[in-house]
C-alpha cells in the first residue's frame, strides 16, 4: 500500500498537474459505440453499487480501473461485480489497473479511463473531483461532496471548470433522480401548496456500524476503516446522510438557502468509543430571508421510529416527499394527489443512465453548484449544533475551518477526535 505523505494542500497541487497526463476524452463518444472506460475510486458497498449501475447504464459502458485505500475493499469488490450476471462480462480490471493506495487515483486517471465514480469517504470528495476535473473526465460524485467548507469551496470551483470544458459532472443526491420525487416537487413549482411557508425535514434512522480495532492496526487505519464515526471523514451523520432532504428543502425552495441556522445535538444512545466523535441527533432550525423556516431533524440510534421524509407547508395546501410506497403526496382545497406510479425507474440507475446519456448526446450534466450548497446547507447545521452559535451562511462559507489529517499515510496523525461541545466548541 502507498504511504505518502501527502497533505490535502499537496493533493490538491497535484491534482491540478494530472490534467497534464491525461487529456480530456468527453469529445470521443457522443453519438458512438465505441466504449466508455469507467474508473472506479472507492471501492466499499455503494462504489460496488454505482460500478454495476454505470455498466449498466450504457451498452459500451466498461469498468477498466479501480482503486481504494484497502486492498481487500477492491477485492471483494471486483469479486462481487464478477458474480453479477448482467454486467460481469463488461468488468475488466486487469491486475495492473487495480491501484491500492491513498494517492493512486492519480494513476487510475492516468490509465485511459474516460468516466470515473467517486465513491470514497466525503473527506476526498473535493480532491478528486479536481483531479479528475483537470484530467478532463466525466464523474459521477457520490454525496455529500465535502466536510467542511474548505472543501464545498474547492468542489463550486471545480464544477465551474467542468462546465467550462464540457464535462459532466452527476451527483449521487439521488432523489433528484427518482420519478415520484420529481413530479412531486414540480406540483410545488406549480404551485399546488401555494407559497412555502415551513418545511420539516426529518431523518430518523437505527443505529450504526463500528469495526473493531485490530491488532497492528494505526490510528489511521482504524479511523479509515470506521471512516463514518469520525468527522473529518464523514462530516457527521446528518451531513453524510441527511444531507438527501435537505437537499429536497433546497430543490423546493428553487435553490435559494437560507440566511441563518440555529441547532442542538449531541450524544445520547451511541456514546461509546466505538462510535467515534460524532452525534446520535441533531436538531437545527434554518431561517430564509422572508421568515420561511426549515426544522431539520434527524437521530440515529437503534430501536426507534424511523422517519425519512420532507413535508412542507403551504399557504394553499400542505405536501409529503417520504421514501416510502403511497409517500409522495399534495392536499390542497382541490383535493388529494398521491404518486402511484408501480413502474417507476430506480433512482440509482436513473442517475447513471443519464450521466451516460449526456456523454452520448453531447449535452453535458451539471449538478455541481446544488451538490455544492445543499452540502454546505448540512454542513452549516452542524456547525450551529456543534458550537451552540447563530451560524450565518455567509459565515459557513466563508469558513477557515479544514478537517485535514497531518499527511495522508498511514503512520500520520488524523485530526483528533474530540466530541463538540456547545458553548465550548469555537466556530472557525
Known amino acids: 500500500m502507498r504511504a505518502g505523505a501527502s497533505t490535502r494542500r499537496n493533493f490538491l497541487q497535484a491534482a491540478a498537474t494530472t490534467g497534464a497526463l491525461t487529456s480530456g ?125 474548505p472543501g464545498v469551496r474547492s468542489v463550486i470551483e471545480s464544477c465551474r471548470l467542468a462546465a467550462s470544458r464540457g464535462l459532466s459532472i452527476v451527483s449521487g443526491l439521488c432523489l433528484r433522480y427518482d420519478d415520484g420525487f420529481r413530479q412531486t416537487v414540480r406540483r410545488i413549482h406549480d404551485g399546488a401548496v401555494g407559497g412555502v411557508a415551513t418545511l420539516l425535514a426529518n431523518d430518523y434512522r437505527g443505529g450504526r456500524w463500528a469495526k473493531p480495532r485490530q491488532p497492528g492496526w494505526t490510528e489511521m487505519h482504524y479511523q479509515m476503516r470506521n471512516w463514518y464515526n469520525f468527522t473529518w471523514l464523514s462530516g457527521d451523520f446528518n451531513v453524510e446522510q441527511h444531507v438527501h432532504f435537505l437537499d429536497v428543502c433546497a430543490w423546493i425552495m428553487k435553490e435559494q438557502y437560507p440566511e441563518k441556522a440555529v441547532g442542538m445535538g449531541g450524544r445520547q444512545v451511541l456514546t461509546g468509543p466505538e462510535y467515534g466523535q460524532i452525534y446520535d441527533h441533531f436538531s437545527v432550525v434554518y431561517e430564509y430571508a422572508d421568515g420561511i423556516r426549515l426544522v431539520s431533524n434527524c437521530r440515529q440510534q437503534p430501536l426507534c421510529k424511523n422517519d425519512l421524509s420532507v413535508r412542507v407547508l403551504g399557504t394553499k395546501g400542505r405536501a409529503e416527499l417520504v421514501e416510502r410506497r403511497g409517500g409522495l403526496r399534495v392536499r390542497s382545497a382541490s383535493g388529494e394527489w398521491v404518486y402511484q406510479n408501480r413502474q417507476s425507474r430506480n433512482m440509482y440507475q436513473v442517475e447513471h443512465d443519464e450521466l451516460f446519456a449526456s456523454i452520448r448526446g453531447g449535452k453535458p450534466i451539471n449538478n455541481g453548484e446544488y451538490m455544492a450548497r445543499s452540502t454546505l446547507l448540512a454542513i452549516m447545521g452542524r456547525m450551529a449544533a456543534y458550537t451552540g452559535r447563530e451560524i450565518t451562511w455567509q459565515m459557513a462559507m466563508d469558513s477557515k475551518q479544514a478537517l485535514d489529517p497531518s499527511a495522508y499515510a498511514w503512520d500520520a496523525r488524523p485530526p483528533a477526535a474530540v466530541v463538540a461541545v456547545p458553548g465550548q466548541t469555537r466556530f472557525l
Open 25 to 149: 476524452a468527453h469529445g470521443l463518444h457522443a453519438a458512438g459505440s465505441d466504449a466508455i472506460r469507467v474508473g472506479l475510486i472507492g471501492c466499499g458497498d455503494r462504489g460496488t453499487g454505482a460500478a454495476a449501475q454505470a455498466l449498466a447504464a450504457d451498452p459500451g459502458a466498461r469498468l477498466v480501473a479501480m482503486a481504494d485505500a484497502f486492498e481487500d475493499r477492491l477485492t471483494n469488490s471486483l469479486e462481487m461485480l464478477g458474480t453479477n450476471e448482467a454486467i460481469r462480462s463488461k468488468v475488466d480490471v486487469a491486475p495492473a489497473r487495480r491501484f491500492v493506495g491513498f494517492d493512486t487515483y492519480r494513476e487510475l486517471l492516468a490509465s485511459g479511463v474516460d468516466v470515473v465514480l467517486l465513491c470514497t469517504p466525503p473527506h476526498f470528495r473535493p480532491i478528486h473531483l479536481r483531479a479528475a476535473v483537470e484530467a478532463g473526465k466525466h464523474v459521477f460524485a457520490e454525496k455529500p461532496v465535502a466536510v467542511d467548507a
